[in-house]
């Protein structure tokens, strides 16, 4: 590694909603008394919580962004001298990770540091990355970006919880070369003026990604190469594309397909799952009776709908989850088809489509948008020149002016919180 990197007075964490940057020697000395170091509830003081769990090999569990500690059966101080990468590699953790519940009821899921890294890269091509960290440390992505920052050593940059024009300052600031988020946080950052060329690599997941999402990275990211990626909890990263069409690579032929119209994963990607009616009392030591309780042999059906562009390599794109999609009258409406031809007018800024219930049709096609003040917001302009985009029972049948739209505690968009 570089001097810079060597040195443990190069910045580890910086937090800057409170001004604070933490040093790599900082950090090593928190890892020891990581309840004293900061206040508990901040995002550097779980990632010293964290980190020290992994360390000393205990076992914990993610819930609602609190960590629950269970001692492992290896349980161990913390050694004096360490070298940060190679001893979080030699955890013998189980880590307790829960589904937001897009793929259904919420499952625990457990992890072992093999399944949570495997994505990360080293060298010294790496040494001078800085991360923004735009999911919170317990969801899947932010731990990933975690380990590939700890293991080069590089700088994080928190910008999740930030507000938009704060972030843009942060990104700035920073020097931020790589990002990976959700389009609903790009969306956020869309009405920022200014590009920013220092950001090269730019990761999205979590959510389908649109043309308007890769118009708003080209205009502010401009010098970044973009992967949007497919993962989930119970499998981590498992597919990347440009743009938005994933084809499936040569490696995973046999292990991905497409099931009624939904992705199918074999069982032999997935991490450990828990299906919700075996969960265990969470007082409980998770750990001990893991392997009691494998995943089924059967294929595991996603719930993502996809449409398939090609056969021959099978290439495809996202629609939506099942669950998303509006029966108005035994006719079919994907949310995210009608989302993006509502963003596409000047005065919306963002949407969300769902369906409200119906005696007639079983359901109706309404929307909350979010406009921008300084153009004229007319829905019933809007609702005609759609009628020209749409079919006519996709065409929203009642328009909602908010002043936000509801997100999920990892940054996504919120259907859940907008339907019914």
């Known amino acids: 590694m570089s001097s810079k990197n060597s040195n443990n007075q190069h910045p580890f964490f910086v937090d800057p909603a409170l001004d604070q940057t933490y040093s790599y020697a900082q950090f090593e000395s928190d890892l020891r008394n990581p309840q004293e170091s900061t206040d508990s509830d901040s995002p550097y003081a779980v990632i010293c919580q964290f980190v020290a769990n992994l360390f000393r090999h205990n076992d914990f569990m993610f819930e609602n962004g609190q960590m629950t500690t269970t001692a492992g059966p290896v349980g161990s101080k913390l050694r004096s001298h360490f070298d940060l990468c190679s001893s979080m590699f030699e955890s013998r953790s189980t880590i307790r990770l829960t589904t937001s519940g897009t793929t259904g009821a919420p ?121 949007n990626i497919y993962a989930l909890t119970e499998v981590g990263n498992l597919l990347i594309a440009n743009g938005e069409k994933f084809s499936i690579p040569a490696e995973l032929q046999s292990l991905v397909k497409i099931v009624n119209g939904s992705l199918a994963i074999h069982p032999s990607l997935m991490a450990n799952v828990i299906k919700p009616h075996e969960s265990r009392n969470e007082n409980e030591n998770f750990q001990s009776n893991q392997s009691s309780h494998e995943i089924d042999t059967e294929w595991y059906v996603t719930g993502d709908l996809v449409e398939v562009i090609s056969d021959a390599p099978l290439t495809f794109r996202f629609l939506a989850r099942d669950d998303d999609i509006i029966n108005v009258g035994g006719y079919k409406v994907v949310p995210q088809q009608v989302e993006a031809k509502l963003i596409a007018f000047p005065a919306i800024q963002q949407a969300v489509v769902f369906g409200k219930k119906n005696s007639v049709t079983g359901q109706l096609v309404v929307c909350n948008v979010v406009v921008d003040p300084e153009y004229d917001f007319d829905p019933v302009t809007i609702r005609q020149q759609l009628t020209e985009l749409l079919p006519h029972y996709a065409v929203p049948r009642v328009f909602t002016v908010v002043e936000s739209l509801p997100m999920t505690s990892t940054g996504k968009l919120s259907r859940r919180d907008n339907g019914n």
């Open 107 to 227: 499952k625990p899921v457990f992890h072992t540091i093999k399944t949570l890294a495997r994505g990360v890269r080293t060298g010294s091509h790496h040494e001078n990355d800085v991360w923004g960290l735009a999911y919170p440390i317990g969801h899947l992505s932010g731990i990933q970006v975690l380990f590939q920052a700890l293991c080069n050593r590089n700088t994080i940059v928190q910008l999740f919880g930030l507000a938009p024009e704060a972030a843009h300052r942060a990104i700035e600031r920073y020097g931020l070369t790589h990002l990976s988020c959700t389009p609903t946080f790009l969306k956020l950052l869309a009405g920022g003026a200014h590009p920013h060329p220092s950001v090269r690599r730019l990761t999205t997941g979590g959510e389908r990604c649109e043309k308007s999402t890769t118009q708003v990275i080209s205009r502010l990211f401009p010098n970044a190469k973009h992967r």
